[in-house]
């Protein structure tokens, strides 16, 4: 496909994982990126991978790439309410242009 | 705290107004971006500046007209504006488009400026 694609939606109750799946475009990508958005503010880079990876662990967050899909998640651990934002999904393609998805919408309940 | 910082944060502004968004970013980067920011839309690139040199228009409506008068700030002018043009205004930056994986293209976004065109 043309797009970086997300799922817009997903809702999960504290203290549970959430998964937030994404399918990038172009193989030759370098790096992978997650940014966090919450309300009215702007995008904080969360944390990225380099395509030669296929898993990159920070504290609660875990990155996992399939690069033979194209297939790149985010897993936050321990899900606070905190953690409530919107997640996008970006791709730097080789000549360092990047493309973004149009955000995951996390909610975590009580 | 993420090195950019953008000026206004709120703006409401009739459509007759001109009023300009400032964007200053303390990285040392040499590319900067704008971005408009919908509800319920992907983030849209308007333009780019890479050394002070505009490198991409993505056929934005001229009444969105940027200004880089060096790497560290970037503004856009705005004027006649209709009140689909509300939205979210993202300037970022980066370190500028050189060698080819190494990461220079990675961008760092300031809080964003909500404009309201009544």
């Known amino acids: 496909g043309e797009d970086v694609e997300q799922s817009l939606f997903l809702s999960v109750r504290e203290g549970d994982s959430s998964v937030i799946n994404c399918t990038y475009t172009?193989?030759?990508?370098?790096?992978l990126y997650w940014y966090k958005q919450e309300p009215g503010a702007g995008l904080q880079l969360l944390t990225y991978?380099?395509?030669?990876?296929d898993m990159k662990q920070d504290q609660r967050l875990t990155v996992l790439l399939n690069k033979k899909d194209k297939h790149l998640s985010l897993r936050i651990a321990d899900t606070q309410t905190g953690d409530s934002a919107i997640y996008f999904c970006?791709?730097?393609?080789?000549?360092?242009?990047?493309?973004f998805g149009a955000g995951t919408r996390l909610t975590v309940k009580p | 705290e993420t090195g950019v910082t953008q000026t206004p944060r709120h703006l409401v502004m009739g459509m007759t107004n001109k009023k300009s968004l400032k964007c200053e970013q303390h990285?040392?980067?040499?590319?900067m971006y704008w971005y408009k920011q919908s509800a319920k839309k992907p983030l849209e690139l308007m333009f780019v500046?890479?050394?002070?040199?505009?490198?991409e228009n993505n056929s934005v409506p001229s009444r969105f007209s940027p200004e880089c008068p060096n790497s560290s700030h970037l503004f856009l002018h705005l004027h006649t504006l209709q009140p689909e043009d509300s939205a979210l205004y993202l300037c970022?930056?980066?370190?500028?488009?050189?060698?080819?994986?190494?990461?220079?293209?990675?961008?760092?976004f300031g809080p964003g400026t909500r404009l309201t065109v009544l």
């Open positions: 172009d193989s030759s990508s370098t790096y």
């Open positions: 991978i380099f395509s030669n990876m």
């Open positions: 970006a791709e730097m393609t080789r000549n360092n242009d990047m493309r």
């Open positions: 500046y890479n050394f002070k040199e505009q490198t």
């Open positions: 990285l040392g980067h040499n590319a």
């Open positions: 970022a930056s980066s370190q500028g488009a050189t060698g080819i994986g190494t990461g220079a293209g990675t961008q760092y």
